[in-house]
């Protein structure tokens, strides 16, 4: 199911200008007259100052959330249908995780059907054929989609997917991170793991490798302002070590000025993350023991 990573694309299918001066074209691709840039000084929107169209392309492409789905071999992005991702939570409706105030439902290899039933339902956001207007628009307003969106996903896989079918220099620009992710079995505990009798016990995306891969990609983002990651799992971790070292891949993201991780289950603080570590609120027994 997954996409196939980036080739590395000819000089003449690079949608941004400049492109190539026709005296190179000609030497490298003598046969070939594509990608031309035709002047658009006659555009009512070109004849606008850039300042101005820079606001209407963020307004176009940006400051949204987009939900990241998987796709048979592809990816697709959903425009987030809620005023922010913290108002559109990923629940189990008691068959599946859904999104159901948003988009829709992922079946058990978190491969996503629309609500509609309706599986050609556009999942490009709406932006898609803004970019492919024109040349010079797409140059002009292609960074505001990285920059100003924030990227949200509920698979591991989806994102690792996503850093190698995007361009380094635009998936660089990536300032924020919206993650939800729900561990299917206890990761980094041995015990656990060998109650299950398949072998490996874990497949990926829900192995300790592929955990480790996505921090590694998440480190490595140079821009990175804010991530919210949300764990979910069925329970806590059976010691703290096993935590321990389920977070350690976590603290080499250092460069987000706000990192929130918030985890579904009790535990004691941690002391050094770069993280905020955000449990849920707990009844406290010595109160309780007071009530009785
Ligand atoms: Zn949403």
Redesign the pocket.
Known sequence: MAPRPLAIRPPERNLTIPLPTPSEKTAIYPQRERGRTVEQTHSRLMQLPLELRQMIYRAVLGDS?M?MILKRNKLGH?R???PS?LE?PLGYNGRTLS?E???GTVDSANIWSPMSGNVDEPTDGNIIPFLQTCRQIYSESIDFLYSTNCF?FSDLDCLRYFSCTTLPARFALIQTLDIEWCMSWPIYDPIAQALLLSNPALYPPHDEATWEETWRIIADMPNLKFIRASLLYFDGFRDPGCEERMLAPLRKATTPKRFEVHVSWAGDEIEGAPFQLIRPIRHDPDFEDEEW
């Open positions: 959330t939900h959903l987030c249908k809620a991702a559109c999104r105030c948003c988009w949200s």
